[in-house]
């Protein structure tokens, strides 16, 4: 997969799926599948680190991240996010630090987060640099403290026009992809009609070109975590803890290991 696919995939009608990974095992599993993209997100931060937010994350730990990602993974494309502060002080920064991840992770493209006009210069100098870009907007969690939560964003139809228009100044930045998050299905539906950038929507309704979700959220894996959009599409943390508590019996009760799961002083056995 690259870049450029995404547009055609776009183009033909296509669906594209998305999932996030922070790690080679999954990465590994991952690569075996259809899957269109992977993403390194800065819910890295949240689901792998503990982290309260993704707030602390930091571009070395994004890169650390991404490099194991991408030794497991050849077939889909490889976007890793820009985690706070690492683009929002100056363009310039913001190519250096797109620069690093694409350097020293492999990746193929970057993610970052709000649509104001530092955000879609940084994204455009980036382009201009050969650096593929996806932008998100709606409920973008590095600006928390400035939204007072993690709710669905614009339903209110001002802030409804706000994020269109900083959907086609990211568009006209050049970007590839655009995720939308947490929005009104309408609103999502009538962005992906206007601008030339793969949509690609987490909460945001079915009329977007792809959809993304954070893999241990729809695996099961993230006990607790239950919003409205997502589909857990196995409940592999159940089945975990059995697996963990059936070894532990085992161990208790003499079980395991058998002979047939032990060696001789003869060999023979492998
Ligand atoms: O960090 C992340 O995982 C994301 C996705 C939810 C889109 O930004």
Redesign the pocket.
Same mark, same amino acid.
């Given at each position: 997969m690259t870049t450029p696919d995404f547009l055609r995939m776009k183009e033909q009608g296509e669906r594209i799926a998305v999932l996030?990974c922070y790690d080679h095992l999954f990465a590994r599993l991952l690569d075996t599948t259809d899957l269109d993209a992977v993403?390194v997100? #800065?819910?890295?931060g949240e689901v792998t680190l503990g982290y309260r937010s993704?707030l602390p994350v930091t571009l070395e730990e994004m890169i650390h991240h991404a490099s194991a990602v991408r030794r497991g993974l050849e077939g889909p494309l490889l976007v890793v #996010?820009l985690p706070f502060l690492s683009f929002q002080v100056s363009p310039e920064e913001a190519v250096r630090s797109a620069g690093r991840v694409l350097k020293e992770s492999g990746a193929e493209a970057v993610?970052l987060e709000g649509g104001g006009e530092r955000v879609v210069e940084a994204a455009r100098r980036m382009v201009d640099a050969g650096i593929p870009v996806m932008g998100?907007l709606g409920l973008t969690?590095q600006s928390v403290h400035e939204f007072g939560g993690y709710g669905v964003r614009a339903r209110d139809p001002d802030e409804a026009e706000v994020t269109l228009e900083r959907a086609r100044a990211l568009d006209d930045a050049g970007c590839f992809s655009i995720?939308l998050?947490m929005v009104p299905s309408e609103l999502a539906a009538r962005i992906t009609g206007d601008v030339s950038a793969a949509t690609i929507g987490?909460g945001a309704g079915p009329e977007v070109d792809g959809q993304?979700l954070?893999l241990p959220d729809m695996l099961g894996l993230n006990r607790g975590f239950e919003p409205r959009f997502l589909r857990k599409f196995a409940e592999l943390g159940e089945e975990a803890r059995e697996a963990v508590d059936d070894y532990v019996d085992a161990v208790k009760d003499g079980d395991y290991p058998s002979s047939t799961e032990s060696y001789s002083a003869g060999g023979g056995d492998g």
């Open positions: 996030t993403l997100g #800065d819910s890295l993704t #996010d993610k998100h969690p995720v998050e987490i993304v954070v």
